[in-house]
Structures are given as structure tokens and as C-alpha cells.
């Protein structure tokens, strides 16, 4: 069984040994053999392009560290510069990364601005360090600007959440939708890295690992895709250490 399942409501949530914390080294350049090469458009899709003050996606939260349990972190993994939130589907998938030391629970919740209730809530359950994803069922609307949050309780001995929070917008282009339908997943991670599409260039390559965990390329796609966007190169290293055990 491969190491990340593929779900539309359900959750995924993978473990692995937590790797030690080193210093960030500063991060890699796509090299002249990757084929995923992130290029993201800085008229769409910006979460910077259409908010202002302080109500911008924050996509990490951290809850307090105690004397015994280090601190428990939750991450949303998007690009660090909130550009190319989009996406060409209907259902796209969302992944979110947490580190934690125990079990706990986090709160999906995918929001309409012109509604005044949310369009999707879901129930998430985390075992332990890993990567969560999940596909609402909710169609997005093209044009639309949706914010999807996560409220994580910490497990701090009080009650208390972190929130996290980013946003997507669904496009319409049925000419790409055309070209990528028979491509493989690697090459339609590239394909949408190009375009600056994010949820569809991680969502292809995280597929193309779903069903090849053995790759070597896509393990090296992905880990350059993550630190082309800002990812911090341990989160980098856990992510895939998640994935491909190593």
C-alpha cells in the first residue's frame, strides 16, 4: 500500500520519525534536470493582489511549548509568497503538514466570502507527525476567491487552537484542462508549475508519489517544487521523509 492514499472526503494522515532541527541552509534552485519549475504569475492568484491589513493567509501556526511536550506545529502547504493560490478544478485537494508529539484533532473549514456560513467543515483526526489532505465536495466557483482555514487544538494541558489559514481561487482554461488530460502526473505538475497553478502542480506531483513511492525523480520534483515556493528546508526534508521514508 502506498504511502499516501488518495481520498475525496476522508483523511490521510501519514507518520514518520521526526528528523532533528538544523539550521535552514539557503534554498535550492530548480537545477537544469528538473522538469516541475514553479513560475507563478503575480497577477493571479495573490493572496497580496486582493486583501489588505492583517487578515492575509497565515499558513503556519505554532502552539506554546511546555516543559515536556515540544511545541506543536501546523503548516499549510502553499507557496511562502501566497502566490499562484489556484486552481483549473472543481475539487481540488488541500494538504496541510503537522507536527505534534500527540494525537490530536484540527478543524477544515473552506469559506465563500459572499456567504455568511461556511460552504464545507470537516472533522480532522492526527495520529502523529504527518501530512493530512482532503478534497471537499463542494464545487468551487470559477472567479471566486474561497479562504480555507484549519484550527488545530493544542494539547497544552488548556483548552486552546492555532488557526492557519490560505485561500483559492478556481480559473477557467478548458485549452489546459485539454492538454494535461492525457498527460502523466509528473508532467502535469510541470506542466501547472508553469502556469503558476498551485493546487494542481503539488496535487499531480503528490498523485505521481501516491502511485510510484519508489521514484527517485519525483522525490527530487517534489522536494525542489517545496523549496521553490519558501518552503523551510526541514519542513522540506519531513515532508519527504512523510512520503518516501527517506
Known sequence: MSKLLSVSIAIATLAFTTLPAFANPPQPRPTQTSRVRWTP???MGSAQR??????RGQAMAQCN??????PTTLTLLVPKTNQGLTTIEENPTFFLYTETEQPTTAQFILSDPSTAEPVFTQTIKIDRTGISQLTPPVPLKAGTRYRWTVLLACNTGTPKEIIARSFV???ENAELQRQT???SDLDQSATFAQQGIWFDAIGSLMKAAEKDPQNLQIKSELRSLLAQVGRPSIEVAQVIQTLFGS
Do not use: D
Not at 50 to 55: A, I, M, Q
Not at 65 to 70: E, M, Y
Open 41 to 43: 504569475n503575480p497577477r
Open 50 to 55: 486582493t486583501l489588505s491589513g492583517g487578515r
Open 65 to 70: 511549548a511546555s516543559q515536556t511536550i515540544k
Open 169 to 171: 481561487e478556481r480559473i
Open 181 to 183: 488530460r492525457t498527460l
